[in-house]
């Protein structure tokens, strides 16, 4: 029998393979050049789920269309993830991604920024091969959806960002979903199953259905994987344990637990994540964390993940 | 009588107000996003020439095109320098652009990385308008000369920041000019004039022509702009006199000059040449200035410059 992991890992192969194939250098080049692209191809090459390719051409599937139409758009929504990570390591100054240094690490900022805008172009570039495989509206309806995916991600990326520079604490359970939908959602659930429904030809009911549903169920995943990074074994998870604490993050955990802590233990967490992160020791992020078991704050964002699936998947009911 | 400078500035004008109306947020959303399409709207905002758009208008013109049919393509060339300039300052940790601090100097590197992605998105969105203003299949073909374009400006700007890096001085004229064809000559010459031919429907035989024109002309154009670096007036030339000597590039003029000093100039200039950036000192900067004045390296360069410009011009006589 075949599994749904199997299946994940067998389109995450040709997405891999479509991707790898793509990022090559037109002739032999200059060493440089050809660093840039050995660049290009280093997190693409790096050991991932595949998640977001797969929902592509699951949805794909199930709206009648066939693996060969959603295949080229899967590889360019992985493409996506791959750049976009690049850029955000930068931005969060992420040390590790998916259990090795992060690019900007292995080389230096402005190469691995640069690469990381190779990266993009090269995305759209591949995105252009659809106009054979789908014909011209449909190529054209695709990079539309991704133009609106790019828009809303770097929205979301700017909000929490922000969020930290202005030190702002103001924030409710509301702005973080509001984040969360614009930052993770999009490019995580409702895009990759909008773009295979699209490529199979569903009609736009289907589409505003797959919104609802994608902007749900993006949130609950970014909320297990902010509690991942809390309670998470970090090599199967890829990442640094801790590291949204290190970035002062305002995960669903945090605004849950500052509004549980009583007056001085507020302070006292507000101060230690205001701090920046090379000044947050040992100490500060155990107190963190001792603070969170004690109010059971991952507990409560899983909670309402899960509420947050059920909705999303009573919506997926809903779809004729 | 309406000067080439007129006609230029009018141009300009059409497409700032083509690029401003197309970045602003689809709803008042927070402050935060606010914030975000203010960013993007930064660079644009700021005084430009504007060259590279006219001279796509330009070459629509001469092939028969209408200025409403190439508006938008050039609009999206100005995008395109606009979100490049925000990733290259940061790469370059340059402090001034066009007479005021770079974006990531008013704000964060993060945030100003970020809208760089978001602005460039945007110019692959605009691209998307000319489906319906040229049809498919030249909105395609525009699409695909842009990929290239990225391409090849993302290739060069590697190759530059990596002989920085590397402390690399075994280079001659002929590395110099393969970089700056894909740093420069691609994005300032090659493409917008290619792009206005696309845009006029021209034959592939006009835009191999205007390739080699525009790869030898955007070198020329380098060569001035290093020079200018060196002898411009900064309020006039929107960035930091020497800059380039204290990013440590490794222009024409500065390759000459390794040539021509002696041993233990050369010594020194290198020296001098690989410290980073905060070490350099004004003396040292006064150094380099002098023994580039002692050996004429601003006159060469700018008399190769005159060359390049020349058979620029003599293949652009032989378009039919």
């Known amino acids: 029998m075949t599994t749904l992991e199997d299946e994940m890992k067998r389109v995450k192969a040709r997405v891999d393979e479509m991707i790898l194939s793509s990022i090559l250098p037109e002739s032999s080049n200059t060493p440089e050049v050809d660093l840039l692209y050995k660049m290009m191809r280093d997190y693409p090459s790096r050991q991932a789920k595949g998640m977001r390719p797969f929902l592509c051409v699951a949805t794909a599937r199930a709206a009648g269309g066939k693996d060969e139409s ?5 590889a360019c929504i992985e493409l996506f993830q791959n750049w976009i990570l690049i850029h955000d390591d930068i931005e969060d100054r992420s040390e590790l991604r998916r259990g090795a240094p992060a690019l900007h690490r292995m080389y230096s900022e402005g190469l691995a920024l640069n690469a990381g805008d190779a990266l993009h172009a090269k995305m759209w570039g591949a995105l252009l091969g659809n106009a054979e495989l789908l014909g011209f509206p449909a190529a054209f309806r695709v990079m539309q959806e991704f133009a609106m995916m790019v828009n809303e991600t770097t929205e979301g990326q700017h909000m929490e960002l922000s969020w930290v520079e ?11 979903y509001q984040m969360c939908r614009k930052k993770t959602s999009w490019y995580t659930v ?3 199953c909008r773009l295979g429904a699209i490529v199979a030809g569903a009609d736009e009911n289907v589409l505003e259905a797959l919104k609802d549903f994608g902007l749900k169920l993006g949130v609950a995943f970014q909320i297990q994987d902010d509690a991942l990074n809390i309670v998470g074994d ?17 995960t669903l955990i945090l605004l849950h637990l500052l509004n549980s802590a ?13 701090k920046p992160r090379a000044k947050k020791t040992k100490q500060d992020v155990a107190y963190v964390i001792s ?24 919506i997926l009911g809903g779809i004729d």
Do not use: C
């Open 166 to 176: 202005k030190k702002r604490w103001d924030l409710d359970e509301s702005d973080y």
């Open 234 to 250: 970090q090599k199967k998870y890829g990442k640094a344990s801790s590291d949204d604490i290190l970035e002062g993050k305002r």
């Open 291 to 314: 603070m969170m078991d004690e109010h059971d704050a991952v507990g409560f964002a899983r909670k309402r993940a899960n509420e947050l699936m059920k909705e999303a998947l009573s």
């Open 262 to 274: 009583d007056a001085q233990e507020r302070k006292r967490l507000k101060t230690i994540m205001n």
């Open 70 to 74: 959603s295949l080229l758009t899967a």
């Open 190 to 192: 409702a895009s990759p």
